[in-house]
């Protein structure tokens, strides 16, 4: 599957070393001018000499720490192990009404009706000794590197390298404000002004945001269910014709949303990575793999009518060893970009905001020393560091209380609690509609999901059988998300009574007309919506031909936030404002 | 003084209304082209329906907050009058011995020994209304608008017009992720590739090191103790040739520390600004007054010889009324550019760095609407919000438990305690040299300060009085700070008894040659400071004629970090070596 491209063979690459391997090639032609400019601050190289015992240093201007009025900061925190690795089984998914939802999930997250706060604690100088990873307030609270608290960076380190697995042993992590400040960072390290950036067809509007100042473009590659189709990436890098691309030069950038993708949901497996990652080395392309919904991967949806044993998904056993259970956790995600990544053009972007808060604003690249030294120069002129309040705590949380399989077991809670939830939403759906899965109907990119049609009474009063009740035209479709907090909703406009007839009036969009009446619609019947609109950098790129797969009326839905009472209301709203939208 | 040059007479200016005032100019033109092409995220457009009674939204990516591991924060604060509000008067001062020191300065703080510190507490979710501005967890950790906490606006919008009292009523404060990051982002707002930026001849190398990159340009303005001068910025403007200055447009942004300044400790009072806004009227130049220091303006220093009741600063009554007292204090304070800002062109940069804490990463703009609507935005794809747990705990602790009056009580005792560590370091310059006031010699840009010479011990053992000793070269001179953490510490090279001779003998540049020798001694002895070519502008301009007021052998010695035990050890250290480094 999509190998429609050819391996690299190309001459610039270095030559194989003695051993046979290719050495990674020197990529910093892809530094933008701004970041090959930007110099250590000398105020930061003389702090080096702070470290001279005895020395007495009068170089820094920084505050002294007695008059910092904090002096001790401490929180109420979770364990570990709040939230059972397991979302509620078919069998008690299966009984309808909340108060069982909710029976169920407390009966399988025994912890969250006993739990026990830990207190964490952190002081603001050393009672004894306070060895360079000690998480004190005089130091976190002080001026501090770009690189974040010495114990952040262990942490960093140790977790990346474990997890991700990078190709590349010198593959290094550094701490950042947030997934958005990264990835706008990295734009300025990579880009220049009128700079291509190859995105998936339906992208993440606010990383636009981020570089479409800098007239920036996107540039769209088609997808299908799974993510960017190589082929697509192949053709369109292959045939790029500056003069016919309207002077832009041949982009070097991707960037991608590869697990959980933001808006359709679409994850990429380790197969498709790696065809991709070919073609970025046939094309020598760097890769921003953005993954904030990394650790959000589920198992397939199973509705609640096919609920068996034979289908059911994996159970962990909350009692096996800790050990175990995080090596299977670990071992069911996809890989990263990392792990097929032997010429250092990956750089990773993860955040915190999804798996501890986002009012942490951290986050932390990784990748190759060439690019992260570079973004390193870029914090120390700009964000400086992160909040050593949120380094501190967040630090003394995940590293020193609960440790790397701590904090991965906080994972697999996570996880657990956005499946229930993605179950919550496409059983709702389920109950409001009739769903029918294999259908004919690509919900995008090809990729067939689940359908829904009015539910219609028989004359009898009861249920219909499917056979004989006379199936309407689809009303909506998606496919049940494994990964991410979103419901990528296809309305399908084309079978509404009024399509046809607005084309012949002369609307040219239809599809936005009638999409703009039902999110105005479900608005007035306060249900808000992401209209799909936004996530189409289509949009902001007019007089471009909008291709097949890039068409549709689109709905993100989050299933992160709302209780399962709200979702319900929601749902049944969002079913009867469809069913009088379409005049079923 | 400094007036030559004209009040504008710019035909471009709005017309004066029917009461005769002429309502503020339109500055947009002053906006980059960066700027201008940001747009407000759809995204964020969208939320404001949240606000709708009853509106269940699917819209946001929101994490759920029983996600979040924290379930309460609090810290252990010290109180608003922890410290006192008067440095260790000019008697205690007298006492000579480092025991001494500490006595008069607990005596002067008897808060210190009997403090009582103030747990405060964040829950995470309100337990009954929860209005909109009540700092909880659940909203301080979650993603959250680029201006901040609602309750941290409030704190903000009122502090900054009742302390800066700024001309234009329309003047809006706007949270941002501390100063270093709050001048990059003004750099971009402001300027294009290659502009000049008008500065101090000596200048805070950070600032320098965020838009050097973009290959923007220092302008340097010649100052004097007291700051820029405004003729001297008239000239410059008004003799500004694109020719000559190799293609770079005349500037339009200046970037000030007008208090305490980084590194000369130059502090402009009203009177100088009003006259360097007059002249950025006439020139139409936008003004970044970033004020690190603004609260820590001290009395002048007066060295333990002269101490009298006659000249001693003003004490504060620490039984006086709280009111009366933070009134005192603010009078004495210089007033900020934005009081004399009627056009709109000054953006203000004020950080909690110093006041706080700089782990933090927290600090705020105060301008005109055109501009912070521009930063806003720039902040919304990049840093989005400053950091959760920093706001919420700054907030909690600032403006509910302290209240204006309290945190401007506080600012007092921070005040008074860099006063003292400013006279620590001088005292001891006195201690340890032969101190002379009114010399003929310059310290920087025409202005006296005292120079210090090798004492002398008479022929007896004895010390000889004055006029016998027989004075030697000046080796060193300053001005005692009023303001900020640093002493400008000038090293008369030209009195080096090797100068001539390295003259003589084909070195251009014997002052580099003999202060890195003074800086490298010092630092074998264990004793860091920053050497003053840092903060040259002249230095990141090679090829450009230095000006005989910006040339000079310069130490920056930081007296906010350490302890008097530690300052008398490194000034003892200093009059050691540089003794030996003149061959006295």
């Known amino acids: 599957m999509d190998s429609a491209y050819e391996l690299s063979s190309d001459s610039s690459l270095p030559a194989l070393n003695q051993a046979g391997e290719r050495p990674p090639p020197d990529l910093s032609h892809h530094l933008s001018k701004l970041a090959k400019n930007r110099d250590v601050s ?89 060895g360079r990873e000690e998480i004190l307030l005089e130091r976190a609270l002080q001026y501090g590197g770009a690189d974040g608290l010495p114990a ?23 701490v950042n404000t947030g997934a958005t400040d990264g ?49 697509d990436l192949d053709k369109v890098l292959t045939e790029w ?44 392309i760097i890769i921003c793999e ?22 059911a998904p994996k ?21 990263s970009f990392l792990k097929f990544d032997y010429q250092g053009r990956v750089i990773r972007i993860d955040t915190f905001s999804k798996t501890i808060c986002p009012g942490s604003r951290l986050g932390f690249f990784t990748g190759s020393p060439l690019f992260l030294e570079r973004l390193q120069r870029a914090s120390e002129t700009s964000t400086q560091s992160a909040s050593g309040f949120s380094q501190a ?21 996570i996880r657990a609690t956005y499946t229930m939830r993605r179950d919550w939403i496409c059983d709702l759906f389920d109950s409001s509609f009739h769903l029918e899965h294999n259908s004919q109907i690509s919900v995008v990119g090809g990729l067939k999901g689940v359908s829904c049609y009015a539910k219609r009474a028989s004359l009898t009063g009861g249920a219909m059988d499917e056979k004989s009740r006379g199936k309407g035209p689809a009303l909506i479709s998606f496919i049940p998300p494994t990964s991410g907090m979103f419901v990528w909703l296809r309305i399908h406009v084309e079978n509404h009574p009024d399509y046809q007839k607005l084309l012949a009036e002369g609307d040219e969009e239809p599809t936005i007309t009638l999409m703009d009446e039902l999110w105005t619609a479900l608005a ?17 790129l007019p007089g471009t031909e909008v291709p097949e797969s890039a068409q549709g009326g689109f709905f993100r839905l989050a299933f992160s936030m709302a209780s399962h009472e709200q979702l319900a209301v929601a749902v049944s709203t969002m079913e009867r404002v469809i069913k009088e939208f379409f005049k079923v």
């Open 524 to 540: 007035d019947n306060k249900v808000l919506v992401s209209p799909g609109a936004y996530f189409s950098p289509y949009a902001r």
């Open 152 to 174: 952040l960076q262990t942490f960093l380190k140790k977790f990346s390298h474990s997890v991700f697995q990078p190709f590349l042993p010198s593959t290094v992590s550094l």
């Open 393 to 413: 705590l967040v630090t003394k949380l995940i590293s020193e209380e609960w440790g790397i399989p701590g904090y991965t077991r906080w994972l697999m809670g």
């Open 241 to 284: 014709d500056v003069e016919t691309r309207g002077g832009m030069k041949k982009p070097h950038v991707v960037n991608t949303v590869p697990v959980g993708q933001n808006p359709t949901g679409a994850t990429m497996g380790g197969e498709r990575k790696k065809a991709i990652y070919e073609v970025c080395v046939k094309h020598d």
């Open 290 to 311: 953005d993954d904030p919904y990394y650790f959000l991967q589920f198992d397939t949806y199973i509705p609640k009518s096919q609920a068996s044993l034979q289908n």
């Open 42 to 130: 000398p105020l930061k190289g003389i702090m080096k000499y702070n470290g001279v015992p005895g020395m007495i240093s009068l170089a820094g201007g920084t505050p002294h720490p007695s008059l910092f009025p904090f002096e001790t900061l401490s929180s109420s925190t979770l364990p570990f192990n709040a939230y059972s690795t397991n979302p509620p089984s078919l069998v008690s998914r299966s009984a309808s009404t909340t108060l069982s939802w909710l029976q169920s999930f407390f009966v399988q997250n025994p912890e969250v009706l006993k739990i026990k706060r830990k207190d964490i604690v952190i002081p603001k100088y050393a009672t004894v000794g306070g």
């Open 183 to 231: 990835w706008s960072k990295i734009v300025q390290t990579l880009c220049e002004e009128g700079d291509g950036i190859l995105v998936e067809e339906w992208t993440y509007p606010s990383a636009m945001g981020a570089y479409m100042p800098y007239n920036c473009k996107p540039v769209p590659i088609a997808m299908d269910g799974i993510g960017m189709l190589p082929s």
């Open 315 to 335: 159970v962990y056993n909350n009692k096996k060893s800790q050990e175990g259970e995080i090596t299977d956790f670990l071992e069911s995600l996809v890989p």
